[in-house]
């Protein structure tokens, strides 16, 4: 490559290190692809399958892929063996709480194949539908050739097929999320968990949210709202991230000056980030547990997961968090069930 070339290479990766820029490259790589058809349309189709291979087999070794198939069968499968150690989930009503705004039926269309009576995706925002439609074209296509990669209920294979098969798998090749789900129910709600759409409301008997609760800046209102969507008895399984999320690998170069702590020592952590750059509450792992059981959730499960504290941390941390101990700070995840009595 040319001294150019390995400039440009190196600004453009730079740049990729900030969540807004890398959005604005990837809309521009789009925009380039709809500008200039021809550069792709005029190609002979063995040049673009290498490019179509060479991306594929890229994507499905990229864990943090979240139109791909692999990693919904992943976090479903850690959802349903979580759930299912205190419930069934057959004949319920599931809920995942923040699905995320790239494959949104993705879950919950696994625990409806594996016998759930209604199951609902929600999230603040909507997601694109064509590409949304494409990512559970080819999850279902997986679920349909590899069911014992997702049957994990047990679901006898007329019914597995059944179930498949009602969606309307030819829409959603094309691109047609609403008439690829219509008459199902599965369901996509678009709202704030503090404005549920009518009707929600002690329904739902499982709920599971997966890197979400971090991101929700009033825990006690959003513990209430989760309780109160909730039928007594309900069960519900969350995976809270309470790294400082500026410090995953791969988002930055190994030079990053982030550590999963460094927020708690910024003064100015709230006003530096912004919600799409994935800011978060920094609540410790108490906090979160306060919140839950203060609305009344009972907690069966509480594992957590910690790091390594850097040395130079303590005499460095804001006020707020040099109270507590080494061993809460070093808590960089929770995995915990929680059941509405
Ligand atoms: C980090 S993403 C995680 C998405 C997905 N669970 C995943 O693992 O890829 C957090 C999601 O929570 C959603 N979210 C944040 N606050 C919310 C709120 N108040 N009500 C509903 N969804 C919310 C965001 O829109 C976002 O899609």
Not at 16 to 22: D, L, P
Not at 212 to 227: G, I, P, Q
């Amino acid at each position: 490559m040319s001294i150019g070339g390995s400039i440009f290479k190196a600004v453009l990766h730079l740049l990729r290190t900030s969540s807004r820029m890398a959005h604005a490259i990837d809309q521009d790589c789009l925009r380039h692809i709809d500008l200039y058809p021809e550069l792709y349309s005029g190609r002979d189709w063995r040049e673009l399958d290498r490019v179509y291979t060479y991306l594929k087999r890229t994507l499905n070794a990229n864990q943090y892929w979240r139109y791909g198939y692999s990693r919904i069968r992943v976090v479903s499968q850690e959802v349903f063996e979580r759930l299912s150690q205190w419930t069934r989930i057959e004949g319920k009503t599931y809920c995942e709480l923040g699905c995320g705004i790239y494959h949104p039926y993705g879950i919950c269309t696994t625990m409806y194949l594996n016998g759930a009576k209604m199951a609902l995706a929600w999230d603040l925002n909507a997601a694109p539908e064509q590409r949304a439609a494409e990512a559970l074209h080819d999850q279902l296509s997986n679920c349909s050739v590899s069911p014992k990669d997702w049957n994990w209920a047990d679901i006898s294979d007329a019914e597995w097929n059944r179930r498949i098969q009602s969606f309307n798998i030819t829409a959603l090749a094309s691109g047609e999320l609403a008439a690829g789900v219509h008459g199902l129910p599965v369901r996509h709600v678009i709202a704030d968990i503090t404005e549920p759409p009518e009707g929600i409301v002690g329904t739902i008997d499982l709920l599971s949210s997966k890197l979400v609760l971090e991101h929700f800046m009033n825990m006690e209102v959003a513990a209430r709202e989760m309780f109160n969507l909730m039928s007594s008895g309900g069960i519900a399984y969350h995976h809270i991230d309470l790294r400082d999320h500026r410090a995953y690998p791969g988002q930055n170069p190994d030079s990053s000056p982030y550590t999963y702590w460094t927020f708690l020592t910024e003064k100015s952590y709230f006003e530096k980030t912004s919600k799409f750059g994935g800011r978060s509450n920094r609540l410790r792992a108490h906090e979160y547990r306060r919140a839950f059981e203060n609305v009344g959730f009972r907690v069966l499960e509480w594992d957590v997961q910690r790091g390594s504290l850097p040395q130079d941390l303590r005499p460095n941390l804001l006020e707020t968090f040099s109270s507590m101990a080494d061993s809460e700070l070093a808590i960089t995840d929770i995995y915990c069930v929680l059941c509405k009595p």
